[in-house]
Nanobody, 121 residues
Framework: QVHLVESGGGLVQPGGSLRLSCAAS????????MGWHRQARGKERELVAS???????NLADSVKGRFTISRDNAKNTVYLQMNSLKPEDTAVYYC???????????????WGQGTLVTISS
């Protein structure tokens, strides 16, 4: 079993910054991809950013130039630095990881519990 623990959400004014962290623990052989999705009230969950173990990054168009994603493979941790935040960034942010628990196992997706980010003056 793998657990993802997120931290760093909260309330910030428009134009402000927040940094989200997500640490994976448990039976982990390799984490192929780590990333963040978000879900605003009344909307579908959407991909925000992802990063592979090789460092390849995918960012949603809506956050390019404002958000950066990074990863510490030694700590099984992914970070989302969010700058120039807008009210439309308000959402619950969910961390996810595509994990191989052993050399022989298939990869499986795991999700964190979510952390609320609110952008408001």
């Amino acid at each position: 079993q793998v657990h993802l623990v997120e931290s760093g959400g909260g309330l910030v004014q428009p134009g402000g910054s927040l940094r989200l962290s997500c640490a994976a623990s448990g039976l982990i052989f390799k984490i192929n991809v780590m990333g963040w999705h978000r879900q605003a009230r009344g909307k579908e969950r959407e991909l925000v950013a992802s990063i592979t173990d090789a460092g390849d990054i995918n960012l949603a168009d809506s956050v390019k130039g404002r958000f950066t994603i990074s990863r510490d493979n030694a700590k099984n941790t992914v970070y989302l630095q969010m700058n120039s935040l807008k009210p439309e960034d308000t959402a619950v942010y969910y961390c996810y990881a595509e994990v191989k628990s052993t050399f022989f196992s298939s990869s499986r997706d795991y999700w964190g519990q979510g952390t609320l980010v609110t952008i408001s003056s």
